[in-house]
């Protein structure tokens, strides 16, 4: 499954348009920081930013720092990170003009006919009549297609032929589009980064059922981006064999479309053209705001989807549901049909009303595994309402009707179509992709659970498990319901609920009524990539990690020590008498018996009754100098929870640029002392093309290596692994190599394990 970061377009009041998007930096060198209160005093600072033409900035709402940015995403690379907020200005993202383009912030640099412009700051080989001191507003800055004057024939420059003094650019006219671009038919073909779409009666490299035979009234020409299954916006496959598909930058022709009174007042169909004032469930409840998050986080925000009425709390259809339905302002409830009169004339309903009575259906069960069921059951075992199969939103997903043609995926009734325990369906809750449904085997007398019962199984795409309420973290801890209150260097934390002595409107229990917040307790409610934190009571420290220890590895990360019993490296088992490492670990001393393995431990310091030890009895280093190694342990060491070999990648194949990856070493963190833990650190995987840059690591990496983005601290130790989510587990993809540094951002790098399957197994066979 593949999560979608968000766009929104964004209005300060000083009239600039911004385009916003959360848990997304950008990696620049051109910038300046500043300390501010929020994003409207950030952006301030972006305006009057004189060190350089600012384009975007950047906020980070726990620290409250705004970076101010020369580069944008057209520009530069980025990568998810948590607690941040991208802000774009909107001028500098089309790449179009409107009308004569005197507001074009685009960088084409060449004119029609192919010849580079001179920059408008300089004067050969023509003096200008047009510089960046005459039109500071013009945008005349390096040699950029502009139109300072109004000319129009539109945007132009100088050229840097000494027999041309100027010529117009090519800029194309701006396309854009309605609503959610569902009904755009232009002929962009590239997504928002840049790449190349995919046809649509292709499939390769992604295979894909939006085909134009199976949506002929969809428009699916050539490889331009469309929208077909009501997404935020136009989409498509992309021709990178590493990224399936991406939004494309298509600008909307206008911002804000009226809703009021149009539509239907009354139900027809399914009611998605309803635009009545109800906002009362069948049952009574009243409706929450749409445009609120509480008591119910939800995607459907009227910004998002302008043209789906998405006013008040009114009832309506936005996802193709059998009718009008709304979310409850009742916590328990999170959302339920509304009772909204037919428009052909009342029907059998209450006595002296035109409210239809909703006959209730027999109560429904399924047979064996479910997968013959065809009832019309649409609630999972938690209560939460099923996403349609042949809707993207807001899952990604192949289970579709075109691709499961006997499966009976119509609307969003629980179904059965991969032979799983029982009947299921994708989820509208955001966080959770699947549950099973609330349904009972026919031949099961047991009371069937409530809507507001435990679900019955965890989601696939949740977080790395279940919440925990033991006093040890999974993962970044983002699922912690432990009672520890207190900061990794002693400090009490401070109620979530409260406001002193730190003001903190960005989490509370409004604001993530799911992250846990109770009382003073240590959390994670913005999936901080370090682990779990608090507000503390002192007046003087904001905020603060806490020091939880893991409850088990997910992987068996093991210390190798040498002879003269310092540690020396990390490695992971692969095998029961197999470890992976890195060759650089085994250098002194040279013989295999001078090492021990150490296994099961989570604290170098401590003596836990986990710990297995091995002597090493062969050591293997890949022939042909790559910084990895293979250890065979005296003796096969005894799996159990504390000890697991790691998976090792099936294929030759990296994982995309934006998994989910996690460094495991023994490192200290920020805000705290101490190192001897054992701490995992989420960790973007960047591509050589941006690490081999000049001002990062200069054509350094290697074929078979890759770097992940930066971080702070010494966190990660040589022969480390570093291990990503593929599909439903975590698979061992690089080897910890070098560029690690304690007292500055580091930039790690990883030897490309799917480089070396091939050997690693056939090493492991031979010996």
């Known amino acids: 499954m593949v999560h979608k970061t968000a766009l929104k377009i964004f209005f300060m009041s000083s009239g600039l348009v911004l385009v916003k998007t959360d848990g997304v930096w950008l990696l620049t060198r051109n910038k300046q920081v500043y300390n501010t209160n929020n994003e409207k005093e950030c952006a301030e600072k972006c305006e009057a930013e004189r060190n350089f033409n600012c384009r975007a900035f950047l906020f980070t709402r726990k620290k409250l720092q705004c970076l101010t940015l020369a580069e944008n995403t057209k520009m530069t690379v980025t990568f998810d990170s948590v607690d941040v907020v991208l802000y774009e200005k909107k001028i500098y993202l089309l790449q179009c003009k409107r009308g004569i383009g005197k507001d074009y912030r685009g960088m084409e640099a060449k004119t029609r006919r192919g010849i580079p412009c001179q920059k408008w700051a300089e004067k050969t080989p023509h003096n200008p009549n047009h510089t960046p001191e005459k039109h500071p507003n013009a945008g005349l800055e390096e040699n950029y297609c502009r139109n300072p004057d109004g000319d129009e024939r539109g945007p132009w420059c100088y050229t840097t032929d000494p027999a041309t003094r100027f010529d117009y650019c090519n800029i194309p006219e701006l396309e854009c589009m309605q609503c959610n671009g569902e009904d755009y038919h232009g002929e962009f073909s590239r997504t928002e980064s840049g790449l190349q779409c995919q046809h649509w009666d292709a499939q390769e490299p992604h295979m894909h059922g939006f085909t134009p035979k199976h949506f002929p009234e969809k428009d699916l020409k050539m490889n331009y981006c469309r929208n077909p299954d009501g997404e935020l916006r136009p989409w498509c496959f992309t021709t990178s064999p590493t990224k399936r598909w991406e939004y494309c930058n298509i600008p909307r022709c206008t911002m804000h479309l009226p809703v009021s009174g149009l539509g239907s007042q009354c139900l027809s169909g399914k009611g998605e053209n309803y635009r009545g004032r109800i906002a009362v469930t069948e049952s009574g409840k009243a409706c929450q705001p749409w445009s609120t998050q509480f008591p119910h986080k939800h995607g459907w925000i009227p910004d998002r989807y302008p043209c789906k009425g998405l006013e008040e709390n009114y009832c ?160 970044n801890g983002k699922d912690y319901r432990g009672t520890v209150a207190k900061t990794a260097r002693g400090r009490t934390c401070q109620e979530w609920s409260s406001q002193k002595p730190h003001s903190h409107k960005y989490f509370t229990p409004v604001t993530h009524p799911g992250a846990g917040l109770d009382k003073n307790f240590c959390r994670n409610p913005d999936g901080d990539v370090n682990g779990v934190w608090c507000f503390t009571t002192d007046p003087e420290k904001k905020w603060e990690y806490c020091e939880i220890p893991r409850c088990f590895l997910n ?213």
């Not at 595994?369 to 065809?374: A, D, E, F, K, T």
């Not at 999972?380 to 579709?400: L, V």
């Not at 401590?606 to 090493?616: D, G, K, N, T």
């Not at 100098?625 to 003796?635: F, R, T, V, Y």
């Open 555 to 767: 992987e068996c990360d093991c210390l190798l020590y040498s002879s003269n019993n310092m540690h020396h490296c990390a490695g992971t088992l692969i095998h029961p008498q197999w470890v992976l490492t890195a060759a650089q670990c085994l250098q002194r001393p040279t013989e295999p018996s001078a090492y021990r393995v150490f296994l099961g431990i989570q604290n170098l310091v401590a003596s836990e009754p986990s710990l297995q030890i091995r002597s090493v009895q062969k050591v293997l280093k890949e022939p042909s100098g790559a910084d990895i190694a293979l250890l065979k342990l005296n003796s096969p060491v005894t799996i159990n929870d504390h000890v697991k070999p790691v998976c090792l990648p099936e294929t030759s194949l990296m994982v995309g640029r934006n998994a989910v990856c996690f460094l495991t070493a023994w490192g200290k963190k920020r805000g705290t002392d101490t190192d001897n833990r054992l701490k995992d650190v989420e960790f973007p995987v960047l591509e050589n093309r941006i690490c081999n840059r000049p001002e990062f690591l200069n054509g350094s990496v290697k074929n078979n290596e890759f770097c992940g983005g930066f971080t702070f601290g010494s966190i990660g130790n040589s022969g480390g692994p570093l291990v990503c989510k593929d599909k439903d587990r975590f698979v061992q993809y690089g080897v910890t190599s070098w560029g690690l540094d304690c007292t500055q951002p580091s930039k790690p790098v990883f030897v490309r394990i799917p480089s070396f399957v091939s050997w690693i197994k056939n090493a492991m066979a031979a010996h």
């Open 316 to 475: 309506r259809n936005p996802d193709g549901e059998k009718r009008p339905w709304c979310y409850t302002i009742n916590g328990n409830v999170r959302w339920e049909y509304c009772a909204i009169p037919h428009c052909d004339g009342p029907e059998q309903g209450i006595a002296g009303t035109n409210v239809p009575v909703q006959v209730p259906l027999p109560e429904e069960c399924y047979q064996g595994r479910g997968q013959s069921y065809r009832g019309t059951a649409s609630i999972t075992a938690s209560g939460k309402k099923c996403q349609a199969w042949n809707s993207m939103f807001p899952h990604r997903h192949e289970k579709t009707p075109d691709r499961f043609p006997d499966a009976d995926l119509r609307d969003n009734y629980c179904r059965n179509p991969d032979g799983d325990e029982s009947p299921w369906c994708f989820t509208t809750d955001p966080n959770i992709t699947w549950e099973y449904c609330n349904l009972k085997r026919c031949d099961d007398h047991t009371q069937k659970p409530a809507p507001n019962d435990p679900p019955a199984t965890t989601a696939q795409n949740s977080d790395l498990s279940t919440p925990t309420t033991s006093d040890c973290i999974n993962g």
